[in-house]
């Protein structure tokens, strides 16, 4: 009782302190409205941008996206790499002062694995031993890899042994949960007034489609670190609006902003713009439960008709690169295999297309005809209208539609889809991330329904190899069976696009394009 009262006080102490000077304020423009802020059930990049303030897992983002000590202070791992064992920080707590504890992430884990979360990314967490088969309901959540000793220690057995440990730790897929609040509101523990958290921010306000507003946790255990009182999300689709906000101010960082407008920027808002590769494809899924799609050929001669040039350098002009691969570049000793008409010139590519459309049975009296669904956005529309016109000089015709981002991946995991373009981000320079986009038991990411047994025995094998050159090896073969069958069609190796406002300090670009506001701080 007491310690509450302690609580309480500390508390309300904060508030006092914080209304007698100005609150500092980071305003953030955020590419789509949550449909989620349970952190087992994002689904959208723009999710995880709010549940990275909002939890503090075993091991975090900093702010070069590496993985760095969270919730545990220190780690050890067993002889034969199978066994991890983290001990959390002293004195961590809850936003609402109840004590943090390895129950709540052994908790956490198990509900982030367990069938009826319907979790979108629970095969990311299938290193840890019978996490699959919990996932597959074969088995059940307790049976998972993961146990407390004590309340201070978490214990993971993984099912092999695995260099991204410490990256995927730090994936909402495996964040913690108090248990106390979920076990009091169930589904509706995530909402405001219900929401208990342990990051450096707590929800205070959820204003659908208009905003969400984070507010400091003064129980954090660096909370004297963080040096933003408030944070507010505000979900935007249209880049052009977001750009106009920005300009004037009103949004202290956007992640995206109209192409068209990047000479301007650079002309009359120097050093905002933060611009460089990132760990992102853009691609297009095909659903192959649809007969017409079943046939490699027709996905081949969509692929040959792509001009990823023209698209780059004449529509997106914003660093971005052709993608004739699937692993983005650089990852150190890994050699992505390449489609092997990368090279042709177009004539030779359109010529090669029509031909393959021609022996699966499509031609001028019966032309190859679907529906492209792409996302909202002005850039995404354009690219949408270059590709019509490039499938349409192959004799392809296509219907435009589109929709809202939370929409348009609710569709394409119901396959409620033809063609799509999609977006697929990788945490780490490691080839394991587009293997598991396209793995048969990847059900919540792999729209399209592409299924290749060997292609799931060697990812497999790969993900469990700790050898580098071996592992890089067989993830290379894996990828080249994708490739060959044209499981996808890579469009383009996105580039940053964020504009970020001269008086936000600690912000810092890097590949994976994962910003958490706790780093951040205003000077103006």
């Given at each position: 009782?007491?310690?509450?009262?302690?609580?309480?006080?500390?508390?309300?102490?904060?508030?006092?302190?914080?209304?007698?000077?100005?609150?500092?304020?980071?305003?953030?423009g955020n590419a789509a409205e949550p449909d989620t802020l349970d952190p087992h059930k994002y689904t959208l990049a723009a999710e995880a941008n709010i549940q990275r303030d909002l939890f503090l897992p075993l091991m975090e983002y900093n702010a070069f996206s590496k993985p760095v000590a969270g919730a545990a202070e220190r780690w050890s791992v067993s002889a034969d790499g199978r066994v991890w064992t983290f001990h959390l920080r002293a004195g961590l707590v809850w936003s609402d002062g109840v004590p943090v504890t390895a129950a709540d992430?052994?908790?956490?884990?198990?509900?982030?694995?367990?069938?009826?979360?319907?979790?979108?990314?629970?095969?990311?967490?299938?290193?840890?031993?019978?996490?699959?088969?919990?996932?597959?309901?074969?088995?059940p959540p307790e049976a998972l890899g993961v146990r407390a000793p004590d309340p201070q220690t978490v214990e993971i057995t993984l099912a092999f042994p695995t260099p991204l440990i410490l990256d995927l730790l730090a994936t909402p897929i495996l964040f913690p949960v108090p248990r106390h609040a979920v076990e009091r509101f169930g589904d509706d523990w995530v909402k405001p007034g219900h929401m208990v958290s342990n990051g450096a921010f707590v929800?205070?306000?959820?204003?659908p489609n208009d905003h969400v507003r984070l507010t400091k946790n003064p129980l954090f255990f660096e909370a004297d670190k963080v040096m933003i009182d408030e944070v507010i999300f505000y979900p935007i689709e249209d880049e052009g609006a977001a750009f106009k906000r920005f300009r004037s101010g009103e949004l202290d960082?956007?992640?995206?902003?109209?192409?068209?407008?990047?000479?301007?920027?650079?002309a009359h808002m120097p050093g905002v713009l933060k611009n460089q590769p990132s760990l992102w494809l853009?691609?297009?899924?095909?659903?192959?439960?649809?007969?017409?799609?079943?046939?490699?050929?027709?996905?081949?001669a969509l692929s040959l008709a792509i001009d990823r040039r023209l698209i780059t350098d004449k529509l997106l002009r914003n660093g971005e690169t052709p993608a004739y691969r699937l692993m983005p570049p650089p990852v150190e000793g890994y050699e992505s295999p390449e489609f092997p008409y990368a090279a042709e010139p177009m004539p030779q590519r359109i010529d090669a297309a029509k031909d393959l459309l021609a022996a699966a049975g499509y031609g001028p009296g019966s032309p190859l005809r679907f529906t492209f669904r792409h996302r909202s956005g002005d850039l995404n529309k354009r690219v949408a209208v270059a590709l019509q016109g490039m499938w349409r000089a192959i004799g392809v015709e296509c219907e435009l539609v589109t929709g809202?981002?939370?929409?348009?991946?609710?569709?394409?995991?119901?396959?409620?889809?033809?063609?799509?373009?999609?977006?697929?981000?990788?945490?780490a320079p490691d080839p394991y991330y587009i293997t598991y986009l396209l793995l048969t038991d990847s059900v919540e990411t792999n729209?399209?329904?592409?299924?290749?047994g060997e292609f799931d025995r060697i990812a497999k094998e790969a993900e469990a190899t700790l050898d580098?050159?071996?592992?890089?090896?067989?993830?290379?073969?894996?990828?080249?069976?994708?490739?060959?069958?044209?499981?996808?069609?890579?469009l383009f190796f996105p580039a940053s696009r964020n504009i970020v406002q001269t008086w936000v300090k600690g912000y810092e670009s890097n590949a994976p394009d994962v910003h958490s506001s706790r780093w951040m701080r205003i000077e103006k």
């Open positions: 009782m007491i310690f509450r009262l302690l609580v309480l006080v500390a508390v309300l102490y904060a508030g006092i302190g914080s209304a007698l000077a100005e609150r500092v304020v980071l305003h953030r992430f052994v908790a956490g884990m198990r509900r982030g694995i367990d069938p009826d979360t319907k979790a979108q990314f629970a095969n990311l967490a299938y290193f840890i031993k019978n996490a699959e088969a919990v996932n597959k309901a074969e088995l929800l205070a306000e959820w204003s960082l956007q992640e995206r902003f109209p192409p068209t407008q990047r000479a301007w920027i650079e853009n691609y297009l899924v095909i659903n192959q439960t649809l007969p017409k799609f079943k046939d490699a050929r027709v996905r081949e809202d981002l939370k929409t348009h991946y609710n569709l394409l995991r119901e396959q409620s889809f033809e063609v799509s373009d999609a977006g697929w981000s990788f945490t729209y399209g329904k592409w299924s290749n580098v050159p071996t592992r890089f090896a067989l993830f290379a073969k894996a990828e080249q069976i994708a490739m060959a069958d044209h499981a996808l069609i890579p």
